[in-house]
């Protein structure tokens, strides 16, 4: 099926195409395309941000500091930036939806996924356990998996393995009831937990090879993002 409406970008009160990579959201169970885009370039998301601190509308505001956070690694940013974008962003999540919103369990997650480019490190695990807590299996599954697969990893390396397999455990679960077999982002959680050693030397070379065979099928979905928790 083939889109007929492009998303566009709403910046400084015009709609602007966006000038960086297409991408098409699809369906995560039919993989029908819902809608096709291209994202935004870090001088467009700076200028959305501007417009948005002179609009006084914090809700816009929040939207453009979102999407500047997304782009930290692919524009320039010092740490000290990346930290204030991160803050300022948690802090009007909570003000406008609340301490427990889903949404600002993404936004930690965004922030602990960047965080070592801010020279963070200290604070990743911290971060990816707050928004694992704002980040309800029955609400947001997808975005939840992720966050338990990055603190699976690092519960692996700072020596806590048993919480580590549990974690990725889960995340597996929930990736195998949401997608479809041989998804890509089920041999992603299978990687990781024959990374850390979950169930054993038998299980992880059972999940390696599940994995690799997943991999080695041929790829249909290149450039495609998934609808998956709304």
Request: aromatic share 4%; net charge negative.
């Amino acid at each position: 099926a083939t889109l007929n409406v492009r998303q566009q970008l709403f910046i400084d009160g015009a709609w602007q195409a966006g000038e960086a990579a297409s991408f098409t959201k699809t369906d995560p169970v039919s993989h029908a395309p819902l809608w096709q885009g291209a994202a935004a370039t870090a001088e467009q998301v700076e200028q959305a941000v501007a417009a948005a601190r002179a609009s006084g509308d914090d809700a816009v505001l929040l939207d453009a500091l979102e999407a500047q956070g997304d782009l930290v690694g692919s524009q320039v940013l010092s740490p000290d930036e990346t930290v204030a974008v991160f803050e300022e962003a948690m802090a009007l999540c909570r003000r406008l939806e609340g301490d427990d919103s889903p949404r600002l369990g993404r936004i930690l997650a965004m922030f602990a996924g960047k965080a070592a480019s801010a020279h963070q490190h200290g604070r990743i695990e911290g971060l990816l356990r707050d928004a694992l807590a704002r980040l309800p299996a029955d609400e947001a599954p997808y975005d939840r998996s992720g966050v338990l697969l990055e603190l699976a990893k690092m519960l692996h390396a700072t020596g806590q393995p048993e919480e580590a397999v549990a974690r990725a455990d889960e995340a597996l679960a929930i990736r195998r009831r949401l997608l479809a077999p041989g998804d890509p982002r089920i041999g992603h959680a299978l990687g990781t937990r024959a990374s850390i050693g979950g169930g054993g030397p038998i299980q992880s070379e059972a999940d390696a090879r599940e994995a690799l065979a997943i991999a080695e099928r041929p790829a249909d979905g290149a450039g495609e993002i998934e609808a998956l928790d709304g």
